[in-house]
């Protein structure tokens, strides 16, 4: 089966882009981008593709020595390994259990022969050696991967910064401020009707 690659994607969250493979049948898949495809390329897959960078193979078709990408763990599953930027897999050999692969960590397992894998490393290499220069950089880059990122609490600043700041006195400062008050002042319980522990009314 032949399909050509309508399009090149970027995904918020993911540090790869996506490729828009629309077949032969009008189907239309995502994938990762192997390094060195391009818009309008005509790629193949199944088992008698041609071993060319973004041919999708069964791994027990692709010579030994070959480096993959979106490797399947199990036929079907649609790709589990090396996917993420600049990963790739190296076909070792070919045995009666299956075919060996060394994996991104060093590791080598075996995988069913079957499994489908795409032809060369995945694309936006390095992009992890890129400093993010400003905290707001990797605030906003965490956000979109849904990371919490992390806050300083006010006993640790000075108290020149914060309210609550210094270690030479408790945090006892009154933490309800006024709903009118100033953007440095306003930390805690912003216009609280109520603080502390609630306490049971008798009857």
């Known amino acids: 089966m032949k399909g050509q690659i309508i399009a090149l994607l970027h995904e918020p969250g993911r540090g790869t882009p996506l490729a828009a493979i629309e077949l032969e049948s009008g189907e239309v898949y995502y994938s990762v981008v192997p390094e060195g495809i391009h818009e309008g390329q005509v790629i193949e897959l199944g088992a008698a593709a041609s071993v060319k960078v973004g041919n999708v193979l069964p791994i027990g078709k692709i010579p030994e020595g070959t480096i993959v990408c979106n490797v399947e763990l199990s036929p079907g599953d649609g790709g589990k390994i090396a996917r993420s930027s600049g990963s790739y897999v190296t076909v070792v050999s070919h045995t009666s259990e299956g075919t060996i692969l060394k994996l991104p960590s060093g590791k080598t397992?075996?995988?069913?022969?079957?499994?489908l894998a795409t032809i060369g490393a995945v694309s936006a290499a390095g992009r992890t050696e890129?400093?993010?220069?400003?905290?707001?950089?990797?605030?906003?880059?965490?956000?979109?991967?849904?990371?919490?990122?992390?806050?300083?609490?006010?006993?640790?600043?000075?108290?020149a910064v914060h309210p609550y700041g210094s270690s030479k006195r408790g945090a006892r400062k009154v933490?309800?401020?006024?709903?009118?008050?100033?953007?440095?002042?306003?930390?805690?319980?912003?216009?609280?009707?109520?603080?502390?522990?609630?306490?049971?009314?008798?009857?």
Do not use: E
């Open 130 to 159: 890129k400093p993010f220069l400003k905290a707001g950089a990797k605030f906003h880059w965490m956000r979109a991967k849904g990371h919490k990122y992390p806050r300083t609490r006010g006993r640790a600043m000075v108290a």
């Open 175 to 203: 933490t309800t401020v006024s709903r009118h008050a100033p953007p440095g002042q306003k930390v805690g319980l912003i216009a609280a009707k109520s603080a502390g522990r609630k306490r049971r009314k008798r009857k």
């Open 109 to 115: 397992r075996y995988v069913n022969d079957l499994c």
